[in-house]
Each structure stands twice: as C-alpha cells, then as structure tokens.
C-alpha cells in the first residue's frame, strides 16, 4: 500500500489543490514559498512504524522536527486529506491530517492522521475505521504502517562548520552495518552517485549531529577527511544512509515497501551528480520496493523527471506548483514553461521539432492529409451518426472504427506543433543524410509514397492502377526498413499519382459521389469547377503517362496550380477518406506521424540548452 494522492481544500493558500504521486517517484518542483515543503511534510506525516532502525532514529518521522504550524493560524479549519491504495484508481483508505495543540506537553502543534470516511459512498466514519483496522492494522488516529524517512537537506549543515555539534564514533562489530555486505553496498551505491570517492576502506563510522534527528554513516573518502566534506558528499552520505536503512528493513518478511521523502534533494550537488542519484532512486524503487517525494529547483532533474513521466506516468509524475499566493499544479507540463516559470518570465518561444519536406507538394499533401483528420474528427465528436462515412453497410464495427478515430486527436493539431521546413532535396538526399548524422533523428523527415520501395525499378505506373489497388505483396516487393522519424505519405505513389487516382474516380463515378459534386457546385470559391471541367484537364495525357507528365498539370507550386487550388477548395482528401473502406489508410499515416513525433521531441528537448 502506497500514499497515491495528497488532497488539499484548505491548507494556508492551498484551495481545492490535488497532489497525485507516483508510484515510484514524484518531483514536487516550482518557485520559493509555493508550499514544496509543506507538501512533503504533510505525507511524510500520515505513515511510519514505531520501529528503530539501525543507525538509532526510528521510521516515523515528527512533523515538528521539520515543521511549524503557529499558534494564529487557523489551523481548525484545515482540510487535508491523504488517500492510501495499491493504484490512483483503488482507495484503501483515506487520512485526514488534522492538527492537535499539545504545546502543553511540550510537542507543539502535530498532525494527528484520523481515518475518514470521505471518498468511500456509503461508509461511516466508524465502519470506515474498522475496515482499516482490520484489514490494515491502522487505528481510527494512527499512521498508516509503511517506514518512513523524512530528509531536509538544506536543513543539514556541513560536518566541519559545527565540530562541536558533530560526534563521529565507530560502529559495533555487532551492528548490522559492520558486516562487510554492508560495507560493500555503502560503497557501491556512493561511488554509483560520486565516482571514485572510496576505494580502499574498509571501515565505516556513524555521524550524529545535534540539530539533525537521523544519524548517518560515513566511510572513509579519497583524500578528504570527515570533517572536511563539502556539503554535496555529506548530502549524499546522508541519504545513502537512508537508503541502506530502508535496504536493512526490506530483509525482514514484514517488508511490503518503504517512503522515502526528501526536501531540497538537488542542494549542493553537480547536475551530472543529480541524475546519477535519481539512476539510483529509479534503480532501488524497483529493488525494494521504495516510493520516494522529493522537491528539487533542479532544472536537471525536471528535464530528467519529465522525460520519465512522458514514458511511464503511473511510476512518475512530476508535480509543479504555481503562483504562491494561491497554489496551482500545471496542467501543462513541457520542460520550456516550467523552466521559464521559474526564471519568472511571462513569454517564450517555444521550441519545436522540425519536419522535412521533399518539396512545397510534399509539405501541401502533409497539411492536407493532418486537415482532413482533424475535420473528421470534429465532425464525429459532434454526432455518432454512422452514415456520416460512406460504405458504412459494409461494416459492422462502425463504434470501433470511431474510437480508434478518436485515439488519434493528439494528431489532428501537429502541424502546428513543428516547425515545417521544405529543403528541396529528393528523397535519396534525404534519407543519406538521415544516416549519416544522428542529429536527424531529432528530424521528421517527410517522404513521398513512392520512396516506400527502394528501387525505382519496383514503382508502379499509375495507370496501372487505376481501377484496382496496387498491393506490393502480390509483387513480392517488401517497405524499405527506415528509422521511425521517417514517414511516407499514404500509398505507394508519387503525390501527382496519387492524387489523380482520386481524381480519376470521382471523375469517373459521379453517380457514385454525386454530393462530392454537389457539394463543390455549391461552394462559391470553386462553383465553376466541374466534372468535365476537371476530366479536361488531363484530356492531353498520352497512353502510357507516367508522374512527369502529371507534374506538368499539377504544377510544381500549389500555390498557384488551377488544379491544386480544387482539391484545397473541395476538401477532396477529407472526403475520399469519409469513407469505411478508407479511413484506415489515413489513420495509419497518423500512427506514422505520431511515432516520428514521439522519437523527435524528447530528442529536441534534449538539445535545447538549458
């Protein structure tokens, strides 16, 4: 059982404020005095178990050691609740952290985790607190039974700055951490994170410090005495520490998972330290069993988190809190606005990925093709109506069809979301330099139809093809194995070849698509365009065309092409696949563009510098 969701209605300047966690990990990341630490206070304070570790400390954390609730607040009339379960979706049980005066005693002001029935439909608060007793042997006001470790570390002060603070004393050759297993993982996990930092002791000390509540372990650093570590090595010792307590418990056959919070985990360390420490999280999360909360200000470690998010976001979410004075989580979450939130700036240019194109007809084909999924699905979003698709009596699974429309609606907006570039190179330039220099894999490259076969030799002839389908297999020809980045506009013909296929059969079944022309009869911009007005246009094609001789029709520029400004016009790619017995072909043209897209971006984020 894990914390899976922190919920705030009232909470200092928090209001209505969800805070859902990660499996694994969760970064709490934003500004100064957003309310980070308050966060990580708040769940550190729901669990624990009464239960001595190793090194002294225990695995319930006080809330009063890192944490100040005054006596002016209202702190009646807060609102915190804290969901315990296996998922996000399956609630165990359910916290409410109210708070308690004991000032009297000399505690302070602490949390006191009551169980709740809110979030359970029909549950009293009595029934609710049993169940839980029961079923989890937590009482109606105790902590949820999951070991707990709460670390500050801007709160940790360097070893040398307060010798008088600091007591450092050898280990008992009966303490767990004495056995050379031990030792060894102390070292392995230190230098996974710091390389090279301990090689040849073979000792290992305790550290106490006065002010800290946890004590931590320390073996010997290459060339650097105890108390001349600099404030980043101490960090990491310090949670390592942690680690090997948690690791020491896991042993036990009690052991279902730890939490482990820490605040601040970037202070003081390099970037290239922080990503080895979060390896090192990620690593152990699966090992045993750990669920870990940081905040961090870490640009690194955001990139890095995000990143983890996009590829799996049950395991990790990043939370990041806006506008202090009234905290909000962002709903959009792309490494360029966090990172301009925090530098405090209000615009910014927002980096996109870029797509190639042969030339200005691949780029008018590309943005035709992303319009007509977009119009589609608007237009399916409005109705269910499944006449709206023609040959929709020749399928029976028309809700199926629709929803797999439907999965493609991150699709219907991405030309806007890349910087199109037209580089007029063929298709051979294209795909060599593709392969020759890994920068392009962060490159779209849009190809046309025909570069699916790799040698010319194996493209079909148009008219060939013209009543009946062209199928490679038939032909025992095989797609050309290409990297993921790289895309073909759909079927296997150049795009003159393969926009007149769709011309040749409307032109030739106008019984068949009469609301096609009814419908551009009674568009004012294209009203004079008429079937026979378009058959004559290739009335001069010889018997054996081939794609040059329909490029002298079609025109090189779209702009200014008689012919393409009917097909714009006439939203005649939309409409030739408003069809049952089409629409599969569009939909794997965006499947294409959405695999492209997800190998691209990640890579441009990357290389943007920070």
Sequence with gaps: MKPTELILENFRNFRDVIIPLGKKITIVSGVNGVGKSNILSLIASGSGI???SSLGS????EFLDFFNIDQTE??????IYLKYGQSSESIA??????????????????IIPRTTNKYLDGYTIKKAEEEAKSNFGVGGAGRVKIPTIYLSLSRLYPLGENK???????????????KEEMLNIYRQWYNSVIPGSIKLSDEISIIEKKACPRSSLHMEIEGTPALSQSIGQDNIGNIISALIDIYLLSKESDYNGALLCIDEI???LHPDTQIRLFELLKKLCNEISLQVIVSTHSLTILKESLKQEQKNSEDTKVIYLKNPSMPIVASIKSYELLKNDMFNKINFQKTLPKIY????????????????LRNIIKLIKKSSDATYFRSSENVSNHDAIRERILEFEDIANIKDELKQVVTHCGCDELMNISEADEYFNRVIIFLDGDARLKEKSQHPMVKDYLEIDFNPKEKGLNDRQHKPNLVFAPGYFAPESYLYRIIYELINNQTKYIDFWRGVEQTEEITLYTSDKIKNMFENLKEDFTNDDLKNIFKEQPDSSELWNFIIKSSLIEYYYMDYSTINILLD???????????????????KKV
Excluded: W
């Excluded at 008088?164 to 951490?177: E, V």
């Excluded at 492209?596 to 984020?605: E, H």
């Design 357 to 372: 194109f042969e030339d200005c007809v691949g780029q008018e084909l590309f943005i035709q093709h992303v319009n007509a």
């Design 58 to 61: 225990n695995f319930q954390p």
């Design 50 to 52: 009464n239960k001595k």
């Design 164 to 178: 008088d603070l600091t007591h450092i004393s050898k280990i008992r050759k009966n303490n767990p951490f004495a």
């Design 266 to 268: 970037d202070v003081s």
């Design 589 to 607: 043209f965006a499947k294409d563009i959405r695999t492209a897209y997800n190998m691209t971006f990640p890579l441009t984020m990357e290389n």
């Design 74 to 79: 209202k702190y009646q009339d807060y609102k």
């Design 93 to 110: 049980l359910t916290k409410r952290l109210s708070f308690k005066d004991d000032t009297g005693t000399n505690r302070g002001i602490r």
